[in-house]
Each structure stands twice: as C-alpha cells, then as structure tokens.
C-alpha cells in the first residue's frame, strides 16, 4: 500500500516542484483534486506505480548514459597506449592521478565522465599530432615498436 510520503519521496526523485506535482495529480484525478492527501487509496498505488516507473527509466538512462561515456573513454585509452588491453594498472593509475576526475572511471558521476571524455579526445588529438614527428614515443608507438633505447 502506497503512502503520501512515498508519492512526496517519488516525486523528490524525479525533480518535481510543487506546482507541477498539483498538476499531476489534477490530471491523474480528472480534475477531481490537486492535492496528495486527497488522493484515493486505488489512485495513491496507481500513482506510485507509475512514478517509480518513471525513476527507474530516468536511472537506466542515466547508466546507459555514464556506460557510452566510460566505453568511449575506454577505446581512446587504449588507442593512445594508457590501457593495454588486459592490463589494468596503468589505465587505473592514470585515472587517479593524472585525470581531472582523480577518481577511478566507475565511479565519476555523468559531467565528470564528459570532462574526462574531454581530457581523452584532447590526449588523442595531441598524441596524433606528435606521433607525425620522428623519434617521439608516440611516433613508436604507432608502429607497435618499442622506444629508443635510453643508453
């Protein structure tokens, strides 16, 4: 059984501002109130119902969202030689300390993930750049050869 506080919690989730949320309701009803605490037993539940659906679609939108970005991030690092494909380590280190997030990938929050998306397409376009000039790291590491020999 749904409660008021679970419609108020609900429409917290979704960013609702109180105006809007007596629109709502006056629609749900038909006209019939614009209040939550007039609000039937049967239309509390259907209303709930439907808001929680609402929050869960905003949320896998969200992560589908944050997933695009980190496999965006992903493929650059690796393109550019930061992950090796079954080595982690590097690709983790450099997340926390040389990234503007200093977090780990997994847990940067959606404008974080742009920022360091940025980051990413900025190294890349600056590793292109430099790996056009002979005998810079980035120019081996085009080629799959190891660097100069530092004796």
Known sequence: MATIRQLQTLFGKLGIEEKQRHERINAWTSGRTQSSKDLQADEL?????????????????????KRQRRSSILTIATRTGIKQPNDWDTFNHFMLHNSCAKKSLRLCSLDELEKVLLQFRALEQNNA?????????AYFNQFGMPGLNKN
């Open 45 to 65: 539940q259907e209303l709930c119902d439907s808001l929680a659906s609402e929050v869960k679609l905003q949320k896998q939108l969200l992560e589908d969202a």
């Open 129 to 137: 750049i430099s790996a056009q000039k002979a005998g810079t790291k």
